[in-house]
Nanobody, 120 residues
Framework: VQLQASWGGMVQTGGSLRLSCAAS????????MGWFRQAPGKERECVAIIGWSGSNTYYADSVKGRFTISRENAKNIVYLQMNSLKPEDTAVYYCTAGYRLLQIRRADYWGQGTQVTVSS
């Protein structure tokens, strides 16, 4: 599976951004998909995961109620809608895929990072 994330961008506090990630590989529909992020000087954080069927999701406490992950298996795309953004959401965001991502937060594939910057 190869993952290609969209350009992140810069937004003011309270604004919104949507990240997308296009996956290639015939097993995409069988894989969980997710987003991780890493801010300078901080550990990498698992932000959101969606199961292969789209029925099950996970969100980090820090983004619950503000971020929504979704997927379109027919198009091999996963999205991360980010609302009410805060400066602490500033990080490099990584699209991931894995067959046990929901279970144990283990990603088998990583996309290139995309920078999201939230200004105060």
């Amino acid at each position: 599976v190869q993952l290609q994330a969209s350009w992140g961008g810069m937004v003011q506090t309270g604004g919104s951004l949507r990240l997308s990630c296009a996956a290639s590989g015939r097993t995409f529909s069988a894989a969980d998909m997710g987003w991780f992020r890493q801010a300078p000087g901080k550990e990498r954080e698992c932000v959101a995961i969606i199961g292969w069927s789209g029925s099950n999701t996970y969100y980090a406490d820090s983004v619950k109620g503000r971020f929504t992950i979704s997927r379109e298996n027919a198009k091999n795309i996963v999205y991360l809608q980010m609302n009410s953004l805060k400066p602490e959401d500033t990080a490099v965001y990584y699209c991931t895929a894995g067959y046990r991502l929901l279970q144990i937060r283990r990603a088998d594939y990583w996309g290139q990072g995309t920078q999201v910057t939230v200004s105060s």
